[in-house]
């Protein structure tokens, strides 16, 4: 569900945990995809700040597939997608 969300996204996507973190502390996310088959000491973070700031978040199985929805050609483990 959450792959064809991100790849129907073409522009507005934030690819990588720090690019998702300082994206979602300067308020631009509305919604936040994490790969389960990341490292979850780095998801936590992610998760984390998601679940403070309420913004909604999604969870797919894997991150070699989500970086395939971004039209990226390596895996990443959090996705953002812009307001």
């Known amino acids: 569900m959450s792959y064809e969300k991100v790849a129907q996204v073409k522009t507005g ?5 720090k690019q998702t973190m300082k ?3 300067n308020g631009e996310v509305s919604e936040v995809v994490i790969a389960d088959d990341a ?3 780095i998801t936590s973070k992610v998760s984390r700040l998601a679940n403070d700031l309420g ?3 999604d ?3 894997s991150k070699k597939k989500l970086g395939e929805a971004c ?3 390596v895996g990443t ?6 307001q």
């Open 23 to 25: 994206a979602m502390k």
């Open 39 to 41: 490292d979850q000491q």
């Open 59 to 61: 969870r797919v199985d």
């Open 71 to 73: 039209g990226i050609d």
């Open 77 to 82: 483990a959090t996705v953002a997608i812009k």
């Open 55 to 57: 913004i909604p978040c």
């Open 13 to 17: 996507l934030i690819i990588g945990t």
